[in-house]
């Protein structure tokens, strides 16, 4: 069966630190993956999505970046931090068919001071 | 623009009580919809899916949800809540073009009373 990782759990940052979120797949192989923000007592903001190694498409401008150096890997990251990047960070997958679910990790709370 | 509308951000509900929360959508054509919980802290749980054909779609935990067309609603209920529920739900409808990509509402938080 499929399973989702990332890490680390949670992170307290202080600005301008740079930033690193690891997200992994297991047992599936060329999976759509994306990457999502929730702020507090908000919904869903999809950050970035990848349908392959070195294929990022972004949805909103912003101080973060996504990588995808391999297969089942995905990486947030930022070279500064900002306050206003705190938050939930959800990681998730899907097949690249029609008719896909998306299944969602266990997320990182990042907290910048 | 698609859109995913859930007008209540709270909903409190004794346990053993009926739920039912809404979700409205916006998109011009038979949309893929679904129903995620999120207990705290948490990722999120697919609880069912529509894609097509039969409008009542039963999930997991005792759940069901109905399109309608004619509404443009896919609202999830439960017959009977247990405390274990209390958690928030998020609607979502699949973008479609080329990425698939999900279009989330803002959640409803339910609270269960004892």
């Known amino acids: 069966s499929q399973t989702i990782h990332q890490w680390p759990a949670t992170l307290v940052q202080p600005v301008g630190s740079p930033l690193s979120l690891e997200c992994t797949v297991e047992?599936?192989?060329?999976?759509?993956l994306y990457w999502y923000r929730q702020a507090a007592g908000r919904g869903l903001q999809l950050l970035f999505y990848?349908?392959?190694?070195?294929?990022i498409s972004s949805e909103v401008p912003q101080n973060l970046s996504a990588s995808r150096p391999q297969d089942r890997q995905f990486i947030l990251s930022s070279k500064k931090l900002l306050l206003s990047d705190s938050g939930f960070y959800l990681c998730?997958?899907?097949?690249?068919?029609?008719?896909?679910?998306?299944?969602f990790g266990p997320g990182t709370r990042l907290l910048v001071l | 623009a698609q859109s995913v509308t859930q007008p209540d951000i709270h909903i409190t509900v004794s346990e053993g009580a009926s739920l039912e929360l809404r979700c409205n959508y916006s998109y011009g054509a038979t949309p893929y919809l679904f129903w995620y919980v999120q207990s705290p802290g948490q990722g999120l749980q697919l609880l069912l899916k529509y894609f097509s054909g039969d409008t009542l779609v039963q999930g997991i935990k005792g759940f069901e949800a109905e399109f309608k067309r004619s509404q443009s609603s896919f609202n999830l209920r439960k017959p009977s809540v247990h405390w274990s529920d209390a958690a928030e739900y998020f609607c979502a409808v699949a973008r479609m073009d080329s990425s698939y990509k999900l279009i989330f509402g803002s959640g409803t938080r339910l609270l269960v009373r004892p």
């Open positions: 998730a997958w899907s097949g690249t068919s029609h008719e896909e679910t998306q299944y």
């Open positions: 990848s349908v392959g190694i070195g294929q």
């Open positions: 047992g599936t192989s060329n999976p759509n």
